[in-house]
């Protein structure tokens, strides 16, 4: 049996991983993906938790997240395309029209 | 209450009218704006004659009609209520009398000006806050009439808004009837502390118990404030100065509002009140004082004024200030005899001077004037009749009532407790030095205008660089200008019409109050006794028994039976006077006319002061506008407004637009460095829930 701080440190790790990619890398798919991984870093958490203490409810709260994620990406890919044609680039620092 | 008289109606009447023309009369044809101004004072005065006729058959007198609560607060109950006695019958009868007059000559002295429905509308206006004035059952009510009539005063002072002068004109007279109004209020709140009520039956009811004043107590100062207030709406010393720029106004404005009606709600209020003032005889005695100071004062000026209008503005100053002479000897009864004589004479020499203006096409200075009675002969005869009225030259009007009053200040002994009979002596002395003056300035004018060759002025009158070339403001008014430069010419019938009227009315109007002494019965006096004789006897009650009354405050004006012999001595002084200030002026401005400017060479700078007013008006530019304006717009405006005020509303924006200059960086529009902010924060929670875990904090 796997102790359930090996999965913590594992969801810890990810997790950071993905904020490090969020706020370090330009392309917006690539951020897009960081969210993705941050949302699996947590899912893994609550799954980890959810076998230790016997309980369901982490289990279900992971199928709730993964169906956000999927309208998530639905909406953002779209989003992204969208950015794409109008501005042809995808770096988003150069997304800034709202800014004075 | 009895029979009900819709007393009501009377103001309501005139307001419909204004309001009528006010609100719809620039669509309407000229005819229409007439007959709308004609029929609503019209029917106004067709009821106070139907009211007069009713009058001697009311079973109670002073019937009072209340319409419904105004005000109530606590115990304090103010109604929309009406009187009707003998003052306000007579008040009543002179408004809507001379009011419609004067509305019939404006028809065909305005026909050729702008505004003419605007005109009318505020005339209308007028008529409705002086007969609420003067129909009012109590203090507060009053006032509104009292500010309304200041209101239309103004609009109609500056109904020539586009010239400054007129405008100008229009916020002095506002300005300075302000101070008068603030005293008016002080001595309504003291009489409310006094009594509990401002109704004046109650009042007078409530003063009328009280003992009378011989200090300078509440009484003394409520009716003192009253005299303030007085002072502003009928132009007395010290606030009559806004009246003579009030001739910038429309002629038959100034013969209504500045001759007939407006001015004299001063007097009459002094006379309405005159329970307060019987129980301050100090007040009285002021009265007496401020209002002969003043009639001399004025008459004075008049003398060497040069503007047919500011002529007789000063005289108006002037006969106002006998009738507080007269309310200050407690002749109220003569008092409101020279108000109705006044008002039929003066605004007769007011009409009859804008039929002068009209025929000469805007000219008003008299020097430019002369020998005009042959060509203006119908405004000549009623200008001499008004002229020989005011004189005091028997049997006409003024004569009757001036007498009177000149008669009264001889005998009453009104404050004999708080003065000697010398004061009435001096009193009475300059009073007849006034007399003479009134008497040579207006045939003065009756001369310059009228008699001797025309005198043109060297350019046209209607020339903007002649108006200007007149030092003192009082330059004749281009909107007067009646477009026709044709020659002298009489005026239109409408005009006339009210002339002759007036000039009947200024003819026979003192009839009905020849003394006892000329063995005449004093109708006047005997019809307004029981108005004033809640406490002093009624003036010139010579039959009545109670005339010897010796109590301080009954004193009032008893006099003995025995003085019939020194009434027709001074009676004849009087006439002398008139007379001799007729033959000092024939001999001036007729027979040598090369006189009145020797004398006036010989007597540079007295004759330089009086011309120039007293520099009263300079004076009070010096000591009370200027440093007014100081202050306000050093102190008020520069330092409280804009540093303060201002500053401290500036301040807060600044500092808010500084402070949020500051936060503003952190939306930098980086996506990342939001999401930095994100992390950071959730850095910070996360550390804090672990500080606290490990301290314990949750488990406490």
């Known amino acids: 049996m796997v102790p359930i701080s090996y999965y913590l440190v594992l969801s810890a790790i990810l997790f950071c991983l993905g904020v490090a990619g969020f706020l370090l890398k330009r392309n917006i798919i690539t951020i897009f993906m960081s969210i993705e991984l941050m949302l699996n870093a947590v899912n893994l958490s609550f799954v980890a938790f959810s076998a230790e203490l016997h309980r369901l409810s982490g289990n279900i709260f992971v199928f709730f997240v993964m169906v956000v994620a999927a309208a998530e990406a639905a909406v953002g890919l779209a989003i992204i395309i969208e950015v794409f044609r109008t501005r042809d680039t995808l770096n988003i620092d150069k997304v800034n029209l709202l800014k004075m | ?700």
């Open chain 2, 1 to 700: 209450m009895n029979e009900n008289l819709h007393l009501w109606l009377i103001p309501v009447l005139p307001l419909v009218g204004a309001a009528i023309n006010g609100l719809f009369g620039r669509r309407f044809p000229q005819r229409v704006v007439n007959a709308v101004a004609l029929a609503f004072p019209g029917a106004a005065l067709v009821q106070a004659l139907w009211i007069a006729s009713q009058f001697g058959s009311l079973q109670t007198i002073p019937h009072i009609e209340v319409l419904g609560r105004w005000i109530q607060a606590g115990s304090f109950t103010v109604n929309f209520g009406y009187q009707l006695d003998q003052l306000s019958m007579i008040m009543l009868l002179v408004v809507t009398g001379v009011g419609f007059l004067i509305h019939i000559y404006s028809v065909g002295y305005m026909a050729h000006e702008g505004g003419y429905y605007r005109f009318f509308a505020y005339l209308n206006l007028f008529m409705f806050f002086m007969l609420t004035l003067i129909l009012a059952n109590n203090y507060l009510l009053m006032f509104v009439g009292w500010e309304g009539v200041g209101l239309a005063s103004y609009l109609l002072i500056g109904f020539y808004f586009l010239k400054d002068s007129a405008a100008n004109a229009g916020k002095k007279a506002f300005i300075v009837n302000r101070i008068g109004d603030f005293g008016f209020l002080i001595a309504m709140f003291l009489i409310m502390r006094e009594t509990g009520t401002l109704n004046y039956l109650t009042v007078f009811s409530h003063i009328g118990r009280l003992p009378v004043d011989m200090h300078w107590g509440t009484l003394t100062i409520t009716a003192l404030l009253l005299m303030l207030g007085a002072a502003g709406k009928s132009a007395q010393i010290p606030l009559y100065v806004w009246l003579p720029d009030a001739m910038e106004g429309p002629t038959p404005v100034s013969a209504l509002i500045h001759a007939a009606t407006m001015v004299t709600a001063g007097v009459y209020m002094v006379a309405r009140s005159n329970v307060i003032f019987n129980h301050a005889p100090h007040a009285l005695m002021v009265v007496a004082i401020v209002g002969c100071a003043t009639a001399m004062f004025a008459a004075t000026i008049g003398i060497t004024q040069t503007d047919i209008k500011r002529v007789l503005a000063y005289s108006t100053v002037s006969q106002l200030g006998y009738m507080f002479l007269a309310c200050g000897v407690g002749a109220y009864a003569a008092g409101i005899f020279h108000l109705m004589t006044h008002a039929f004479f003066k605004a007769l020499l007011f009409l009859a001077a804008g039929s002068v203006i009209h025929a000469l096409s805007g000219e008003q200075d008299m020097r430019h004037m002369g020998g005009l009675r042959k060509l203006i002969p119908w405004t000549f005869g009623t200008m001499t009749v008004a002229t020989i009225a005011i004189a005091g030259i028997p049997p006409l009007a003024g004569f009757f009532s001036k007498d009177e009053i000149l008669w009264q200040t001889f005998s009453s002994k009104a404050f004999s407790s708080v003065a000697g009979s010398e004061l009435n002596i001096v009193l009475w002395l300059l009073g007849i030095i006034t007399a003479f003056m009134t008497s040579f300035y207006m045939f003065r004018l009756w001369f310059m205008t009228f008699f001797g060759e025309r005198r043109e002025s060297a350019s046209p009158s209607h020339d903007p660089a002649h108006a200007a070339s007149h030092g003192h403001g009082d330059d004749h008014d281009p909107s007067q200008d009646h477009a026709h430069a044709h020659g002298v010419h009489e005026s239109p019938w409408s005009m006339l019409a009210p002339l002759v009227i007036l000039a009947v009315l200024a003819t026979i109007g003192g009839w009905v109050g020849i003394p006892h002494a000329l063995g005449g019965s004093n109708h006047f006096e005997s019809f307004m006794r029981p108005v004033f004789e809640h406490e002093a006897a009624a003036p010139g009650a010579h039959n009545t028994p109670n005339a010897e009354a010796p109590n301080p405050a009954q004193a009032g004006t008893a006099e003995p039976h025995g003085d019939t012999g020194t009434e027709l001595a001074l009676t004849g002084v009087s006439v002398l006077t008139a007379l001799g200030g007729f033959g000092l002026a024939y001999l001036f401005y007729y027979k040598r006319r090369e006189l009145p400017d020797r004398i006036a060479a010989s007597m540079h700078g007295l004759y330089q002061t009086v011309l120039n007013k007293y520099y009263v008006d300079e004076i009070y530019n010096a000591i009370i506008v200027r440093p007014l304006m100081w202050f306000s717009t050093k102190v008020l405006w520069r330092t409280v407004d804009v540093s303060m005020i201002d500053g401290t509303v500036n301040h807060v924006a600044a500092d808010t637009r500084g402070i949020s200059n500051q936060t503003r960086r952190m939306q930098s529009g980086n996506v990342r460095s939001y999401a930095a902010w994100v992390a950071a924060g959730a850095a910070a929670v996360l550390a804090f829930m672990i500080w606290a875990g490990v301290k314990g904090v949750w488990t406490r």
